[in-house]
């Protein structure tokens, strides 16, 4: 495959056309269904669907519940969902076996991993992030501190700078949990995991790492890195549907010495024997709180075949290109010079989406949906654009910044109905 470095030598239309005859995860874009006169770059808002997944759905409503009932939950194996769904994740993660289940939302899966840190760090309070950082994260730190007591939880925030000079040196031997999230997802800045967890453990603090962003887009190495825990969700790059379940990561030298708060039937060492006195299960079930949610959790498992024959790296390699390629175009139109570039040009430093600071964000966000590129928006002024190369083409990205140009020098976009926001955004 041509590197990316190469790919910017000649970005013409045939040029395009070439890079995607030549792309060896071309033929992954047959897995999804994808609209017709539809351009999908908001795979990091939301992913397409698998048609594997549509598969899986019918299978669930029509055979196994319709049919086999609560008979399901041996036969079909649904009570073994969230341990398998977790392993189909780990290799994602780099993350060997028995360390990540499939359960709740990323917001609970925070909440249970920042407690089980903050009682691991005995005389240890404060919980540090970034002033940036995805809002549903602070809050849950905010919570935690409002249930225990700012004598036991406090939320400390480091400004937001290019060279994470405030954030490093934050880290300090009176920080309990340094709370991060890998790709910012405002501007779509890639944090260096080593790095930080090595300064973060250098001083005896815990590290938890967010993988919203992140997971299914780029190679990750929580093992390697010696991460302590991590949360993410599984419904954007891994493509499990809406409000898909999350995941939960916690490196096994921490399993014997954990106490998980949401103490739920499911998390029980022997569930089924409806004992009144909770004994943790051992391992990464633990984690687990209540019953499965059976229709979703087995959509993101027939989701997730789709990267059982992929290399995370070749992934990485063509996001990198995908995102140089589209900045390259947005800068050779003159119309489109008042668009800000937030994300570094660094590869080392970017995730795989680009935002743009604009006055009018929102408007172009809606006129670009209108003609069918189906970007997003983020508050107060960032239009977003995310590249998912399981499904996204070369030629996509020419079109796409074609038509974002025409939106801006026709004026199309300054038409009122553009600036009517709706709920969501």
Same mark, same amino acid.
């Given at each position: @495959?041509?590197?990316?470095?190469? @790919?910017? /030598?000649?970005?013409?239309? /045939? /040029?395009l056309v070439l890079h995607d005859q030549q792309d060896p995860l071309a033929a992954k874009r047959d897995a999804f269904v994808l609209p017709a006169n539809t351009l999908y770059l908001d795979g990091n808002s939301l992913g397409a669907m698998p048609k594997a997944a549509a598969v899986?759905?019918?299978?669930v409503l029509a055979a196994q519940w319709a049919q086999d009932l609560i008979k399901s939950w041996n036969t079909h194996q649904w009570i073994d969902l969230p341990q398998t769904v977790g392993e189909k994740i780990a290799p994602l993660l780099g993350a060997a076996p028995g360390q990540v289940i499939c359960c709740d939302s990323t917001s609970v899966n925070l909440f249970k991993v920042l407690s089980c840190a903050m009682l691991m760090q005995t005389g240890r309070v404060k919980v540090l992030s970034q002033a940036g950082n995805f809002p549903t994260d602070l809050y849950m730190v905010q919570g935690l501190a409002s249930l225990l007591g700012e004598q036991h939880c406090q939320l400390v925030l480091a400004n937001d700078s290019i060279d994470n000079q405030a954030l490093e040196q934050a880290i300090t031997e009176e920080v309990a949990v340094l709370l991060l999230t890998q790709v910012d997802f405002r501007s779509g800045r890639l944090l260096d995991m080593q790095r930080l967890t090595q300064l973060a453990h250098a001083k005896g603090v815990l590290v938890i790492w967010d993988l919203a962003h992140s997971a299914g887009a780029l190679p990750i190495e929580l093992d390697i890195c010696q991460v302590d825990f991590a949360v993410g969700c599984g419904y954007k790059y891994l493509n499990g549907g809406p409000g898909a379940p999350a995941f939960l990561y916690a490196a096994k030298r921490h399993h014997a010495r954990l106490t998980q708060p949401l103490s739920g039937w499911m998390g029980h060492q022997a569930p089924f024997n409806f004992d009144n006195t909770y004994q943790k299960a051992p391992g990464i079930t633990q984690f687990l709180t209540g019953t499965p949610a059976i229709l979703s959790m087995s959509v993101l498992d027939a989701a997730l075949e789709v990267f059982a024959d992929v290399d995370m790296a070749t992934v990485r390699e063509k996001s990198l290109a995908l995102s140089s390629i589209f900045h390259q175009l947005v800068q050779q139109q003159g119309s489109l010079h008042a668009l800000q570039l937030l994300t570094p040009l660094e590869p080392a430093e970017r995730g795989s989406q680009l935002a743009y600071q604009h006055p009018n964000a929102y408007a172009l966000c809606q006129a670009l949906i209108k003609q069918g590129?189906? /970007?997003?928006?983020r508050s107060p002024n960032i239009l977003r654009l995310g590249f998912t190369p399981l499904y996204t083409r070369y030629v996509d990205v020419g079109t796409a910044v074609a038509i974002l140009a025409n939106i801006v020098s026709s004026n199309e976009y300054l038409k009122p109905e553009y600036a009517i926001k709706q709920k969501v955004t």
């Open positions: @495959m041509t590197s990316p470095s190469d @790919m910017l /030598a000649d970005v013409t239309a /045939a /040029a899986r759905a019918q299978q590129v189906i /970007a997003d928006f």
